[in-house]
């Protein structure tokens, strides 16, 4: 029987993680990309695991993964976007915060996605209507809720200017009204639409980015309020604010307007 394109999405992200997971620990070989950032062999085994995957389920497909680069037609309407694992810095210092991203863009429009925890063995899913957990092959419904009261905050950015993250997670109207985290992986996107997570924040840009794609999705299929960092819809500018509900969107709008022009 054929997959359908979530259960493709969900059977990629698992064999990604199970090869993260075989690897946590070992301290794999590797490879340098900047003074701050490397991939690990597990990077590179993870996606070609993802990719033997997809290439047996979706043959005519295009992808895109991170340590490998494009295949298929650069014109394709339908293309897999893969993360081996968003938190290689994490996975490298034994620290048990990391996901592996698989999501389908269709002419741009990401509906289908999953993010898979390596350490939890968790897997959050979407097929565009709705969001799940899967776990121990049972799914759950997943939603959204601001009562932790934690917002997670995305400190990668530029060197040589101010950001948002960085000035944001250090702002004290921020800290007396919410919690922020800094767990330096998407992870923590899945767990907005998972209700961990009052909200998420950060700067740049996320048309089809490999490690947003799929966490943007799974918040969408739950409702969450998002957009870029000025409030308007997301892609329109700069940056993202995923929040559980319209009145935590608003307040971490506010939270981030003053760091908008600067960042």
Not at 79 to 87: A, E, H, K
Not at 96 to 115: I, K, Q, T, Y
Not at 197 to 217: E, Q, T
Request: net charge negative; with cysteine.
């Amino acid at each position: 029987m054929e997959l359908s394109d979530a259960a493709v999405a969900v059977v990629a992200a698992e064999a990604g993680a199970d090869v993260v997971a075989r690897d946590y620990g070992r301290k794999p070989a590797r490879y340098q990309k900047s003074a701050t950032d490397f991939a690990t062999q597990t990077d590179l085994d993870a996606e070609q695991a993802i990719a033997a995957v997809l290439s047996r389920h979706r043959p005519d497909d295009a992808r895109t993964g991170e340590e490998f680069g494009h295949t298929g037609d650069a014109e394709a309407p339908r293309r897999w976007l893969v993360d081996p694992l968003c938190g290689t810095l994490n996975f490298a210092a034994t620290t048990p915060l990391a996901v592996v991203n698989v999501a389908l863009s269709e002419r741009g429009d990401v509906r289908v996605a999953a993010a898979a925890d390596p350490t939890s063995k968790e897997v959050f899913w979407t097929d565009g209507a709705g969001s799940f957990l899967r776990l121990h092959d049972t799914d759950e419904l997943l939603i959204p809720t601001a009562s932790s009261n934690l917002i997670d905050i995305n400190c990668t950015g530029p060197i040589d200017r101010p950001f948002v993250g960085g000035q944001l997670v250090s702002d004290p109207r921020l800290r007396a009204r919410f919690s922020p985290r800094v767990i330096s992986s998407s992870l923590a996107v899945a767990w907005v639409a998972a209700g961990r997570r009052a909200a998420y924040v950060s700067d740049g840009y996320f048309r089809d980015n490999l490690h947003f794609a799929a966490g943007i999705a799974l918040c969408e299929a739950v409702g969450c309020t998002i957009s870029d960092l000025a409030g308007d819809p997301l892609h329109t500018g700069r940056g993202l604010v995923i929040a559980a509900d319209p009145e935590t969107h608003n307040k971490n709008l506010s939270l981030v307007r003053p760091y908008v022009d600067v960042g």
